[in-house]
């Protein structure tokens, strides 16, 4: 009877070791290696303008630094740059559509070399995004172009699509500028070829050479 008694004893003792450690969980990044060493290191070849989005367009002060987003007036959907959820400092972009449309952040064009391998790092959350019939959805793709002409592939490459509600995931990927480019653009995505609605969000992106590996 006793040793049952200490057996229920130890067992309150570990659910409630549970609770506090599921209670004390740490903020969003601390012990995440990868997103750590992304953050730390993320000015660093970076080929990206403003790539944690926190800085302010001289000539329109309500928008982010190199960035653009699209706007439908049918569909109502919202470029948003904002302050209130971010994965660093205290600003991402944000797509915010009620209604099922075609939507997306766009980077400025930055110059590259052809025939290249890069690789592109980005994080993204969703919440209730849902699609219709589009070939990518809450995620990052690259476009690369020769002047104002738009290569194909079209898009140059693209990340993993992110459906429902998550929390920041990581988006990485290589790919080999086509041997005519001169320039990228990054995009980041509510939806791409295809329609979606719902809420996303961007920050913490990085384009860099791949060297040596
Ligand atoms: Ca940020």
Known sequence: MIRVQRKSVWLV???SAALWALSALPALGAGDEALEQHLAALYEGNLLPN???EEADPELSNRPLGWSGTYNLLDFNQPIWDDEIALSGSRSLRMAAPMMTEASWQSEKVPVKPDTTYRFTGYVRTQ???QEKARFV???LVQ???GDRMLFPRPTQA???LEGTNDWTRVEFTFKTPRN???IQVIAALSFSGRAK???WFDAVKLEEVTGE
Do not use: I, K, R
């Open 138 to 140: 809450g995620t990052f």
């Open 144 to 146: 690369a172009y020769s």
């Open 181 to 183: 480019a001169d320039s």
């Open 128 to 130: 209730g995004l849902e």
């Open 159 to 161: 990340g993993a699509s």
């Open 13 to 15: 003792c570990l659910a």
């Open 198 to 200: 719902g809420n996303v």
């Open 51 to 53: 790539p944690d989005f």
